[in-house]
Structures are given as structure tokens and as C-alpha cells.
Nanobody, 117 residues
Framework: QVQLVESGGDLVQPGGSLRLSCAAS????????MAWCRQAPGKQRELVAT???????AYKDSVKGRFTISRDNAKSTVYLQMNSLKPEDTAVYYC???????????WGQGTQVTVSS
């Protein structure tokens, strides 16, 4: 059974940091590129960052220099380190495996990130 389980979402003040984690089933972690997508209220889901099985990364322009995606192959876990958070980063963050531009593939249940003073 394929599983993606996110954790780490929270309420944080602007300028703060959070680290999201996504624990994945081993069967998909070693095969697929992993991604973090987010969806804010009233907006479409958008791609935030991706990482391939060989750790090549890519980022949405607005998070470059602030967010870092990484993976721990021994733990089948992908992380999203988020620094210098802004109110516009507020969204539900989803972990995705095997999709393209936040379409298709396997999904976690999402974790809420709220950036507010």
C-alpha cells in the first residue's frame, strides 16, 4: 500500500521557519521524483519544489533562496525547510510522488502552514 504522511505544519510568525516532513512508502520513494505542492484558500494548487531520486532540485521562483527541499533515502523521507516565511506562504502543503506539476501521482493528506502575526 502506497502511503505519504506529512507532518510539521504549524502557525508561525512572519520571518520564522518551519520544516515539513513527508514519510513515503519505500516502494515509491526510490522510483519517483518527490514534490511539495501547496494550495491556499481560493487558489489553485501550485508546485513549490521538486527533488528527483538523484537529488536534483527545482523551486518555484517566489521561494528560491528561502525554501530547501531534501531527501533522506535511508528513511524514505523528503523534507521542506522553509525560512523567512511570509504571509503569502500560508497554505495547505501536500507531498506528492510521481506527479507532474501537481497533477496525478500519489498524495499525502496535507499539513497546514499558517504565517501570521
Amino acid at each position: 500500500q502506497v502511503q505519504l504522511v506529512e507532518s510539521g505544519g504549524d502557525l508561525v510568525q512572519p520571518g520564522g521557519s518551519l520544516r515539513l516532513s513527508c514519510a513515503a512508502s519505500r516502494s515509491i520513494f526510490t522510483i519517483y521524483a518527490m514534490a511539495w505542492c501547496r494550495q491556499a484558500p481560493g487558489k489553485q494548487r501550485e508546485l513549490v519544489a521538486t527533488i528527483t531520486p538523484t537529488s536534483t532540485t527545482a523551486y518555484k521562483d517566489s521561494v528560491k533562496g528561502r525554501f530547501t527541499i531534501s531527501r533522506d533515502n535511508a528513511k524514505s523521507t523528503v523534507y521542506l525547510q522553509m525560512n523567512s516565511l511570509k504571509p503569502e506562504d500560508t497554505a495547505v502543503y501536500y507531498c506528492n510522488a510521481g506527479g507532474r506539476a501537481c497533477q496525478g501521482g500519489y498524495w499525502g493528506q496535507g499539513t497546514q502552514v499558517t504565517v501570521s502575526s
